[in-house]
């Protein structure tokens, strides 16, 4: 008898999981789609900020300050700079691109179900 309430109880906790699961499906999906807007509004902010970097960079390039002694010093730190924000942006092209992918082929699949049938 104490075997059967064990293996019930475990089977009232899973069903009770399982639905709490299926309830919170949807919530899951609208948290998906809102991270996807996240990381594009994010990518949209970098890309700004790396040109106004870039213009600074080469304004102080084109003219450069007679007080400035610690130039070698920030040249190296903004080129680590730019190294590091080349890197994210590379890895976030690769994350949108193969979003795209991801919806380009379900859409695809999709089609070719519904000529098949």
Request: proline share 3%; aromatic share 16%; glycine share 6%.
């Amino acid at each position: 008898m104490h075997a059967f309430l064990i293996g019930l109880i475990f089977l009232i906790a899973v069903c009770f999981l399982s639905i709490i699961g299926f309830l919170l499906f949807p919530l899951i999906i609208i948290s998906g789609f809102f991270l996807t807007i996240i990381a594009y509004l994010a990518f949209v902010i970098l890309c700004i900020w790396l040109l106004g970097k870039f213009i600074i960079f080469a304004w102080e390039k084109i003219f450069p300050k007679k007080t400035d002694l610690n130039l070698p010093n920030k040249e190296a730190k903004m080129k680590i700079a730019l190294l590091i924000l080349i890197g994210i942006l590379i890895f976030l092209l690769g994350v949108v691109t193969s979003r795209i992918w991801i919806i380009n082929h379900s859409l695809y699949s999709q089609q070719n179900f519904l000529m098949d049938n």
